[in-house]
T-cell receptor
Framework: GAGVSQSPSNKVTEKGKDVELRCDPI?????LYWYRQRLGQGLEFLIY????????KSGLPSDRFSAERTGESVSTLTIQRTQQEDSAVYLC???????????????FGPGTRLTVL | SQQGEEDPQALSIQEGENATMNCSYK?????LQWYRQNSGRGLVHLIL?????REKHSGRLRVTLDTSKKSSSLLITASRAADTASYFC????????????FGKGTLLTVNP
């Protein structure tokens, strides 16, 4: 079946503009995650959605960042008034819901490379 | 920071050789996972080892876990040029059963 898809694959924007990144998870995956990866670094957790529960937004770096998810489908990550330090690859992942033995395997999309000029 | 640490940061070997990467973490875990990333884009899940397991195999991959030392290792045997990628370990953080903390990764280069 289809994997996780993200769009756009690349986005170049000017400082101060808003951007919206999209993620289509694997059908049937109740959990969805957003991560940020700066050049040469590991992944930073941003936000987690699980079914209809309140999302865990603890990783969002500032109030310029927000994300939404409708049910168990598409999610959008919005960055308002972009800054140069927002330049990174934004990765989305989906998985089955968490079990009792820790995080399940996460399936990643190809990412969106954001460049803020 | 609860971020895991991989070492080495970079590893360069010849095709056919074995590659060993290590990962350390600071918190108690339910499981530990290894992922591969090609060309700075999407990650691919390689293997998951639970906290009550000590060793796990998958094809040419062998993962060990030592919870007393809070460390794990990933061994790739008989490496191939196609194994060239960054490898990350990830584990639960802060008692969460869903939030993964990723290390900074090991960049493996396999020379043909």
């Amino acid at each position: 079946g289809a994997g996780v898809s993200q769009s756009p694959s690349n986005k170049v924007t000017e400082k101060g503009k808003d951007v919206e990144l999209r993620c289509d998870p694997i059908s049937g995956h109740t959990a969805l995650y957003w991560y940020r990866q700066r050049l040469g670094q590991g992944l930073e957790f941003l936000i987690y959605f699980q079914g209809n529960s309140a999302p865990d937004k603890s990783g969002l770096p500032s109030d310029r960042f927000s994300a939404e998810r409708t049910g168990e489908s598409v999610s959008t990550l919005t960055i308002q008034r972009t800054q140069q330090e927002d330049s990174a690859v934004y990765l989305c992942a989906s998985s089955l819901g968490p079990g009792t033995s820790g995080s399940p395997e996460q399936f990643f999309g190809p990412g969106t490379r954001l460049t803020v000029l | 920071s609860q971020q895991g640490e991989e070492d080495p940061q970079a590893l360069s070997i010849q095709e056919g050789e074995n590659a060993t990467m290590n990962c350390s973490y600071k918190t108690s875990i339910n499981n530990l996972q290894w992922y591969r990333q090609n060309s700075g884009r999407g990650l691919v899940h390689l293997i998951l080892i639970r906290s009550n397991e000590r060793e796990k195999h998958s094809g040419r991959l062998r993962v060990t876990l030592d919870t007393s030392k809070k460390s794990s290792s990933l061994l790739i045997t008989a490496s191939r040029a196609a194994d060239t990628a960054s490898y990350f370990c990830a584990h639960n953080s802060g008692g969460s059963n869903y939030k993964l903390t990723f290390g900074k990764g090991t960049l493996l280069t396999v020379n043909p």
